[in-house]
């Protein structure tokens, strides 16, 4: 074989083939293989990777909004007492004759509303169902009349939520909590066992 120039790689793949000997069609194709494996399994980890990174955003997103909720439930109960004192005011004033005023203003419930409503459209799947259940639960107790009642009610439904985002709850136990909530708050003759 005639020498070539040294420093074109046409040169080089040919003394490379020499000195392995001649092309030998199984280590083609077995290179060929194991490249095609080793580009496979590193799609499969990187969509592994990327799967596990948004599952971790998504439970820290739902976190963020039950956390929200939680934050927001002393204010919420204050509220209720604000507005509970304001219809004692009222109806002290009207029993003494004194300035007529005009009817006190109820608790206000939008906050509280906003933010579950914002932790269910967070939510998924089985998630969904514990944040629909929470709504339907604050609807009862934003209903019920007995502002004690009321504060109890959302004290449950607080626990309820905080054990569920703690994992120390399972989904099963913590609905039947938030659904114990929407009941104390309604029936007088629930008790607060949770």
Known sequence: MSPCDPDLIACQISTVTEAIGSWNWNSFFATLIATGLGGALGVLGIWLGFRWQRRQQYTLTLDDAVVAILQHLPSQATEIKRAH???IDHFVNMA???SPQEEPP???HLTMMML???AQVRARRGDQEIMLDALRSYDQIRGSLDSKRQMQALGVLG???S???SD???AEEVRASIGRAGQLAMDPNETDNS
């Open 85 to 87: 004192n304001a219809k």
């Open 96 to 98: 003494s004759h004194t």
């Open 106 to 108: 109820e608790a206000d």
């Open 116 to 118: 579950l409503e914002v």
């Open 159 to 161: 626990g309820a939520l």
């Open 163 to 165: 054990r569920w985002r």
């Open 168 to 170: 120390i709850w399972t």
